[in-house]
């Protein structure tokens, strides 16, 4: 995903996983996280995350990895 100032994502890529997944991307880009970027400059973030969903209507859990796990975007 790709942070914006104020905590907006801007953009969110479907690395890979099922392919039911893909169309919660949406829900994903209307989150708000707390980012350390400045509100005043063009700054960006890159993190990456999974969303884990569970059967049963118990909702799903998305979670970034640290920014030391990680190693590439695909």
Aim: hydrophobic fraction near 40%; charge should be positive; proline fraction near 5%.
């Amino acid at each position: 995903m790709l942070l914006a100032p104020g905590g907006r994502v801007e953009d969110v890529r479907f690395i890979g996983g099922a392919e039911h997944v893909r169309s919660l991307s949406k829900v994903v880009a209307s989150l708000k996280f707390k980012a350390p970027l400045p509100d005043d400059g063009p700054v960006k973030l890159v993190r990456r995350g999974v969303l884990v969903c569970t059967g049963g209507n118990l909702g799903c859990d998305f979670t970034l990895f640290t920014v030391d796990s990680v190693h590439s975007t695909e």
